[in-house]
């Protein structure tokens, strides 16, 4: 995210918020990335630590569904009013979520098992948050400003949160809150 809050220019652009992924010395294991050591150790764990993700159908179609491979290499659980013909197949690494943002999240707890759920999408984030469905957020900030944009935080609700990590990178802070009920 940019320091002003944005998550891609208004045209969908993102590039110059992952120019830090470049700005290291520091290989991150099983991607092209090279970041700080900081960076590397604790995008590492993070990584790590994740056994699903919800996205949007937006973010789904932006990213062309990563080619068929999504982030970390984990299942996602893509909400959407119109799933996608072809990728509803059994070996597919998404589910279409038709439901709404609730049974997203429910059924990717349950395919999680004990590690966590990622949320990676604005407007998922935003309506997660508004039910009360967000334990933690996560914040890549990253030292540039976009000046106009897609917004992560707008239309949220304004739940209380706790800064528990801030970890300083070559080009971006990593921040982690939890969410206080």
């Not at 990584?47 to 789904?60: E, L």
Request: charged residues 15%.
């Amino acid at each position: 995210m940019s320091l002003d809050g944005y998550i891609t220019s208004p045209d969908d652009d993102s590039s110059q918020l992952h120019s830090w992924y470049f700005g290291g010395d520091t290989p991150l294991p099983g991607t092209p990335f090279k970041v700080s050591k900081a960076s590397a150790e604790l995008i590492g764990k993070a990584m790590a630590s994740v056994g699903t993700m919800v996205t949007g159908r937006r973010t789904f179609d932006v990213s062309q569904a990563w080619g068929g491979h999504p982030p970390l290499g984990v299942h996602h659980f893509v909400v959407t009013h119109q799933p996608v013909a072809e990728w509803t197949k059994a070996d597919s690494p998404f589910t279409f979520i038709t439901t709404g943002v609730e049974d997203a999240i429910s059924q990717a707890r349950a395919s999680a098992g004990s590690k966590a759920v990622c949320i990676s999408s604005a407007s998922i984030l935003q309506q997660a948050l508004k039910a009360g469905l967000v334990d933690e957020i996560h914040i890549d900030l990253v030292h540039v400003l976009l000046g106009n944009g897609k917004p992560l935080f707008a239309n949220t609700s304004q739940p209380k949160l706790e800064c528990f990590r801030s970890v300083n990178g070559t080009g971006v802070t990593h921040l982690a809150f939890n969410v206080i009920r």
